[in-house]
């Protein structure tokens, strides 16, 4: 089974977005990039012009990582760029609330077994808002799935699905 494929290689389904990448964004770096440069040419005995220079080439470089997340009923997708990873609902672990918050919301942490490296892996993503049809497809899939809606502790509700699951 072949976890990376190409969009032309996948067939297309009604697909699901969990989160949306915002890589676009980083286009927006390059004039200020552009500006910090020619400030830096132009004052080179200040520091502010150096100190825009660095934190926007940062900020490109995390904004080129963005990707998105998709899923349809049997499939978990993450697009990062041109590249398409598919990620069987089989091969998730478990999905978590984080204990941090950022900007008052806490991320999400979902664990799978990837096949192709035969190790486990972890993606972190906020969510814009709560996707329901999400976990109900994911727990139709994969009866085994833990989810954590608590940071600390698995709330027995959240898994009655689980046959594996003991309170």
Do not use: C
Request: proline share 4%.
């Amino acid at each position: 089974m072949s976890f990376k494929a190409t969009r032309k290689e996948t067939i297309k389904k009604k697909r699901e977005v969990i989160k949306s990448g915002k890589a676009w964004m980083r286009w927006l770096m390059i004039p200020v990039m552009f500006i910090s440069v020619l400030d830096i040419i132009d004052k080179p005995y200040r520091w502010t012009g150096l100190i825009v220079l660095v934190i926007s080439v940062g900020l490109f470089y995390l904004l080129k990582r963005a990707r998105r997340l998709e899923h349809d009923d049997d499939n978990l997708y993450i697009i990062r760029d041109k590249k398409e990873k598919i990620v069987p609902f089989t091969s998730i672990i478990s999905i978590k609330r984080s204990a941090a918050k950022v900007n008052g919301s806490r991320y999400w942490i979902l664990k799978y077994r990837d096949e192709e490296h035969l190790k486990t892996r972890t993606i972190r993503y906020f969510r814009t808002f709560y996707n329901k049809e999400f976990l109900s497809a994911l727990r139709i899939a994969n009866p085994k799935v833990v989810v954590w809606t608590h940071p600390h502790f698995a709330h027995a509700e959240d898994n009655k699905h689980n046959p594996d699951y003991k309170d």
